[in-house]
């Protein structure tokens, strides 16, 4: 009986339970910032897929970053990442995740060589029967080098919204 008891609280802890054994989640970007010198502008579009398996989750996200000086154009920066993220069935309107960068995308003008670098996020996740309206705060940090061996350092914070379906 014990053993029985022990295994069907493991199992809940990494499964969740039947009701919440699989979400997909979807965000997007709403307010962008980061630190700038120059007086730049910034804004960021771009959209963060999750499947969630009782308490872990795969996800692939895109964002790309558009800094505007005060005087000229505005460039726009890609970053595309792979990450894990973990919602305790105790915490289960909380997630938190970290990713790796596996690409990136730099104006037409400059020739990507290779992007690399880390995305961290936590969201909240507000439950209405199947559905999760979510809140999320994401930072990133990459390095975008370009074939003529310049570098490109991103390091910027995108709060986001979206929504959840259980199944």
């Known amino acids: 009986m014990q053993r029985s008891i022990f295994l069907i609280l493991i199992s809940t802890m990494f499964f969740g ?14 307010q962008t910032s980061a630190s700038s010198d120059d007086g730049s502008s ?9 499947a969630i398996l009782g308490m872990v989750g795969v996800g692939y996200t895109t964002s790309t970053l558009s800094v505007k000086p005060s005087s000229g154009s505005a460039s726009d920066y890609g970053s595309q990442a792979l ?17 790796t960068v596996i690409g990136g995308s730099v104006p037409k003008s ?44 991103l390091k910027y914070n995108e709060v986001g919204v979206g929504v959840g379906f259980g199944f």
């Open 83 to 99: 990450d894990l993220s973990l919602t305790p069935p105790i915490l289960s309107m909380f997630t938190v995740g970290i990713g």
């Open 110 to 153: 400059q020739n990507l060589d290779k992007a690399s670098g880390t995305t961290t996020f936590f969201n909240f996740n507000f439950g209405i029967g199947p559905i999760d309206l979510l809140l999320g705060y994401r930072m990133w940090d990459v390095v975008q080098k370009r074939k003529s061996g310049l570098e490109n350092e």
């Open 17 to 30: 339970t039947v009701t919440s054994a699989m979400s997909l989640r979807i965000h997007t970007p709403v």
């Open 42 to 50: 910034v804004s960021s579009t771009g959209l963060s897929v999750r």
